[in-house]
């Protein structure tokens, strides 16, 4: 699992990386720099998934694979794997913390790629 | 302040308000190691308080015994899930002396992850108004019934 983080925190202007269990909102894993609280951020990123999640259901638009906030300071990217998009499922969020010029590209092309892997 | 949080001790109101709202819990009691009621949220019925309080009391004195013979520090926390549900419960010392918290979630409104994170908060915050060098108040067989009946009007607001 380290090895999989390892992919998104060598992207440049990735604070952290976790994989958070969707329904608990427990972190997994985590490779976070000094400062960022990955117990709050595990927490309230699986809250925000399971709202997310009923949203997008109540739309009519499908599951969710990415989902991207961007905020003055940093910013906030998640990929839910599959199993996250059932309510009960037992999936994993793979989470990255980013400075807010980061490549949102790339960050998103290493987090599908992890969570590929961790499934 | 939720209509469904009600106190004995007043100073647990604000921060219990609190965390209900923050973690979205179902049902919270605050509570001694012998079962003492201090303060509850999303009862409807005194009996109901009065069960689950005697039952936490009871598995913070089991859970404690099982780490006393197991050599280990009493457990900080217990966590139960069921398909609906979940169950929290943990104590922590402060200075009204040892503490319990029982809360209750649903798992489609809240997780186990978000009502650890706020009961963090509220065991700092109970702890910061916790009363200070409080001389525990002798509890006498005689004055027992009534000191229930008086707290469980004042949790229910009758």
Redesign the interface.
């Known amino acids: 699992m380290s090895a999989a983080l390892d992919l998104i925190t060598r992207v440049r202007g990735v604070r952290g990386a976790m994989l958070v269990s969707a329904d608990d909102g427990i972190v997994v894993a985590e490779q976070l720099m000094e400062g960022i609280k990955g117990g709050a951020v595990a927490a309230l990123a699986a809250s925000l998934a399971g709202r997310l999640r009923r949203a997008m259901e109540a739309a009519g638009t499908g599951t969710s694979v990415f989902w991207h906030l961007q905020a003055e300071q940093g910013a906030l990217l998640v990929v839910p794997d599959g199993n996250s998009s059932v309510a009960g499922g037992g999936g994993i969020l793979v989470v990255a913390v980013a400075e807010p010029d980061v490549n949102i590209g790339l960050v998103r092309l290493e987090l599908l790629r992890v969570a590929e892997t961790v499934v | 302040m939720s209509p469904q949080t009600r106190a004995v001790e007043n100073w647990t109101l604000q921060p219990l308000t609190a965390f209900v709202r923050e973690a979205s819990v179902r049902l919270v009691l605050v509570l001694t190691p012998s079962g003492q009621v201090l303060a509850q949220s999303g009862f409807s019925r005194a009996v109901d308080v009065m069960s689950a309080a005697a039952l936490a009391a009871a598995i913070v004195a089991s859970t404690a015994e099982l780490a006393r013979q197991l050599q280990q520090p009493p457990f900080a926390a217990l966590s139960h ?1 069921g ?1 609906k549900h979940g169950f929290f419960l943990a104590t922590f010392a402060s200075d009204r002396g040892t503490l319990a918290v029982l809360a209750v979630y649903d ?2 409104v ?5 009502v ?2 706020f009961y963090e908060q509220l065991a700092a915050d109970l702890k910061a108004a916790s009363p200070k060098s409080t001389v525990p108040k002798q509890v006498l067989a005689a004055d027992f019934e009534r000191e229930l009946t008086d707290s469980l009007n004042t949790l229910f607001g009758r």
Not at chain 2, 110 to 114: E, I, T
Request: glycine share 10%; charged share 10%.
């Open positions: 899930q398909p798992l489609d809240s997780s186990l992850g978000l650890q994170l």
